[in-house]
């Protein structure tokens, strides 16, 4: 099977960070791609990707110095959760997941994936990615996972928070925030879209966010200093409500794929204390993921 037209494989030799991660870090968002020869894309899925599989993360973990992986299941898999599952329970309780399932999911499933690892799911409302399922839906879904004490990963772009913030808000779980809910850099922290995030944050205390890819939001480009402000802002106000990751293999990324050990080395611009970083990169996935 071929790639999408244009679609950009993950950076093939990745600089060592010059930020030596404390130990124990977690990689909180990241994904795994087949191969496609065990574990097929989904039929239905928006883009063909590179196989991506479960040996170059782990490899890739180790070289940049992390502990521990939170592998989230990618629209190119769709329900199909087997690669990710796979992962989890190869990789001697180093990573938990996040998984992708449809109302047709039994509770046995639910169970069988929870014993693997697996400690939440995903709803998109990015509709170029995915067909968005209807809310109703997600709400039954939340319902069902919420006694597992699984938590909800929500991916959205922040245009759109004022036609989701209501249902994000009435989840009855915790809620994690893919990438800051991806702000629209040139708008600047201040600008009341953003604003507006910050706000359902304070007021919300079951909703988390992760400060992740810089790469997906930056004008400038690498080391994303443009992007800074933006997740400093949350690390600084939200301290025991962030989470960092790599989001490797970088699916769907517009221009070329980010180096991994700038992306490592972006963390100490916005959380600048010891204490910081290790709430983020430690202290807060470990409570939500292996406690």
């Known amino acids: 099977m071929t790639m999408s037209p244009g679609y950009i494989p993950f950076h093939p030799n990745p600089s060592r960070p010059k930020f030596k991660l404390p130990p124990g870090a977690v990689d909180a968002h990241c994904h795994v791609f087949g191969p496609e020869a065990k574990f097929p894309y989904a039929p239905e899925r928006k883009y063909t990707p590179c196989d991506a599989p479960k040996e170059k993360l782990f490899a890739l973990r180790d070289f940049l110095g992390l502990d521990k992986n939170v592998i989230v299941?990618?629209?190119?898999?769709?329900?199909?959760?087997?690669?990710?599952?796979?992962?989890?329970?190869?990789?001697?309780?180093?990573?938990?997941?996040?998984?992708?399932?449809?109302?047709?999911?039994?509770?046995?499933?639910?169970?069988?994936?929870?014993?693997a690892g697996v400690r939440g799911v995903r709803f998109n409302f990015v509709r170029r990615l995915v067909d968005v399922t209807p809310r109703d839906v997600l709400e039954r879904i939340a319902a069902r996972v919420a006694p597992l004490g699984w938590h909800i990963v929500v991916y959205f772009e922040m245009p759109d928070l004022p036609d989701v913030e209501a249902f994000f808000t009435a989840l009855p779980t915790t809620v994690v925030v893919d990438h800051k809910g991806v702000p629209t850099v040139k708008k600047g922290v201040a600008d009341p879209e953003n604003q507006r995030f910050i706000r359902m944050l304070e007021k919300h205390r079951n909703i988390w966010s992760k400060v992740t890819c810089p790469e997906r939001m930056t004008l400038e480009g690498p080391p994303y200093d443009d992007v800074v402000p933006f997740g400093r802002t949350l690390v600084e106000r939200f301290p025991d409500r962030v989470l960092w990751g790599t989001d490797w293999p970088h699916p769907n990324m517009k221009k070329e794929a980010p180096d991994d050990g700038i992306l490592v080395d972006y963390i100490p611009k916005i959380a600048p204390s010891a204490a910081e970083q290790k709430a983020l990169l430690i202290d807060n996935p470990m409570r939500l993921y292996w406690a």
């Not at 690669?83 to 046995?108: C, H, P, Q, Y």
């Open 73 to 115: 299941q990618a629209s190119c898999h769709s329900r199909d959760n087997r690669a990710m599952i796979d992962a989890l329970e190869a990789s001697g309780n180093r990573a938990k997941g996040v998984a992708f399932v449809g109302e047709e999911v039994t509770d046995a499933e639910l169970k069988a994936m929870d014993r």
